[in-house]
Every structure is written in C-alpha cells, then in structure tokens.
C-alpha cells in the first residue's frame, strides 16, 4: 500500500491567512493527487486532481503544487467557510489510500 | 448534473450482511468511460476505499476488504450496489458511493454521494 502522511493534522488561523497543508506519499505517485474538503455531517467535496488541477467550480485561492512523493495544497487567503477538513488521496494505483486529514480551526 | 444517492439499511446486526445500493440520476451509469466506487468513513475517523467496478461489472477491492466484499452493477436501474458479509462493529461508518472519472493522471472521484450511516449492532 501506499502510505500518505498528511501534516499538520489540525492548525488555527485566522481569516485572510495563508495557509499551506502537507502530504506525503511513501512512494513517488506521478501527481496522480487529489485534495478534499469535508465539513461535518458531509461528503468530501473535490478541490483538485492531478495535484494542481483546479476542480470546476472551485475558487482560486486553492492551489496545490508538488511532484513525486510531496504534494501541498495552499489556501491562499482563508475565508470563513474554508473552516474544515482537508484530505489528500492518491490514486497512483488501484489501491487507493487518503491522508489522515487536516483540521483548519478558527484562532 | 449527476446525483448519486446510497440507500440501505441503517442497521445491521453482527455477523450478517451489510447491503447498500447506489442509484445514479443525472446520467448513465453504462456512458462514458467511468468506474462507480464505494468508500466508507468511520465516525471521528479518515476515508477508507473499500472498491470499485466498471459499468462492464469489472471489479476491484481493497484487498484488506475483498474476502467479504461484492460490488455488483444494474445498468437497467442506473444503480451499482455493495454487499459487505461478516460485519463486526468495526463496519459501522458512514458509506459514501462515488462516480470515479478518467484524467491522464487516473481515474480520481468527481462525484460522492451524501452518505448514509451504517451502524452494526444487535
């Protein structure tokens, strides 16, 4: 399997922050990446895919960077309904394997 | 614009079989080139794929899963189910069905379903 270690597992900030979230993968997935953002009581909701695609729909102040076994996902400025959780998933191969996740709490 | 929706039992007891059924509105589930997945997520806890199949009926499972785990496709009702055997209270999460779509990076999902909460108890 394909370990993803996401980092930091929560943070605190403030509106209009920046802030940037960490994965990596135990072996390098070519940017086949994707970022989620999951508030409570609901599914996952698409950011991006092949690491830096922005998903339809989604603002630009998401971004994300990164090849081989590390990936980040950027929020440029954080806005009120940015307060969530973050989910990285590879899907390199079949077996599919998601970071542990990010807590984004307001300071 | 596509809509997946999981119905099923709520609760299911030990040792039977957790039944669940994706109904797909918004598009067909035998067009285009997409894989239908099914992913759970434990109360307080990360995302765990659990498989996937083509509108063929091709499979693929978590192997962690695969002994206990069927996903079947009806393209007539635009419906794809999972069957989970054996569950435990180690089962009980919330399972999430998904439309997987094709990039040159692979095949990643675009749209989930809301999920609908499984508990296994007696």
């Known amino acids: 399997d394909i370990q993803m270690t996401q980092s930091p597992s929560s943070l605190s900030a403030s509106v209009g922050d920046r802030v940037t979230i960490t994965c990596r993968a135990s072996?390098?997935?070519?940017?086949?990446l994707a970022w989620y953002q999951q508030k409570p009581g609901k599914a996952p909701k698409l950011l991006l895919y092949?690491?830096?695609r922005l998903e339809s729909g989604v603002p630009s102040r998401f971004s994300g960077s990164g090849s081989a076994t590390d990936y980040t996902l950027t929020i440029s400025s954080l806005q009120p309904e940015d307060f969530a959780t973050y989910y990285c998933?590879?899907?390199?191969?079949?077996?599919?394997?998601f970071g542990q996740g990010t807590k984004v709490e307001i300071k | 614009q596509v809509q997946l929706q999981e119905s099923g039992p709520g609760l299911v007891k030990p040792s039977q079989t957790l039944s669940l059924t994706c109904t797909v509105s918004?598009?067909?589930?035998?067009?285009?080139?997409?894989?239908w997945s099914w992913i759970r997520q434990p109360a307080g806890k990360g995302l765990e794929w659990i498989g996937r199949?083509?509108?063929?009926?091709?499979?693929n499972y978590n192997p962690s899963l695969k002994s206990r785990v069927t996903i079947s496709v009806d393209t007539s009702k635009n419906q794809f189910s999972l069957k989970l055997s054996s569950v435990t209270a180690a089962d009980t999460a919330v399972y999430y069905c998904?439309?997987?779509?094709?990039?040159?990076?692979?095949?990643?999902?675009?749209?989930w379903g809301q999920g609908t909460l499984v508990t296994v108890s007696s």
């Open positions: 998904a439309r997987l779509i094709y990039d040159t990076s692979g095949y990643y999902p675009d749209y």
């Open positions: 918004g598009g067909s589930i035998s067009g285009g080139t997409f894989f």
């Open positions: 199949i083509y509108s063929s009926g091709s499979t």
């Open positions: 072996q390098g997935i070519s940017n086949s």
């Open positions: 092949a690491a830096s």
């Open positions: 998933q590879q899907y390199y191969n079949t077996l599919w394997t």
